[in-house]
């Protein structure tokens, strides 16, 4: 399985930006699909997550800021990233887990930045 994050970039403080992820195959055999940060000289943290029951869970620190949600007809999902602050600059990295027979498959993306700053 191959995943493709897009659109990272650069935004002002309080704008906000989308996220999205590609699959090569198909969302419906994704157990679950997350997007995960990791800022400079830190280590990489959750972000969001969703699972096939479309049950979601978010980090504290983006709590009401961000959206995730996919568009399982495209095998996409997304994340919505509003009232950015320079705190969630990092490179956004999408996720998604595959369980087969009680065996765990996880598949990364690359990665995209996302810088906030004015």
């Known amino acids: 399985v191959q995943l493709q994050a897009s659109g990272g970039g650069l935004v002002e403080p309080g704008g906000s930006l989308s996220l999205s992820c590609a699959l090569n195959?198909?969302?419906?055999?994704?157990?679950?699909m997350a997007w995960y940060r990791q800022a400079p000289r830190k280590e990489r943290e959750f972000v969001a997550r969703?699972?096939?029951?479309?049950?979601?869970d978010y980090a504290d620190s983006v709590k009401g800021r961000f959206s995730i949600w996919r568009e399982s007809d495209k095998n996409r999902f997304w994340l919505r990233m509003n009232s950015l602050e320079p705190e969630d600059t990092a490179v956004y990295y999408c996720?998604?887990?595959?369980?087969?027979?009680?065996?765990?498959?996880?598949?990364w993306g690359p990665g995209t930045l996302v810088t906030v700053s004015s």
């Open positions: 996720y998604a887990l595959r369980i087969t027979n009680g065996v765990h498959y996880p598949y």
């Open positions: 195959e198909s969302i419906f055999g994704m157990s679950l």
């Open positions: 969703i699972e096939n029951s479309d049950a979601h």
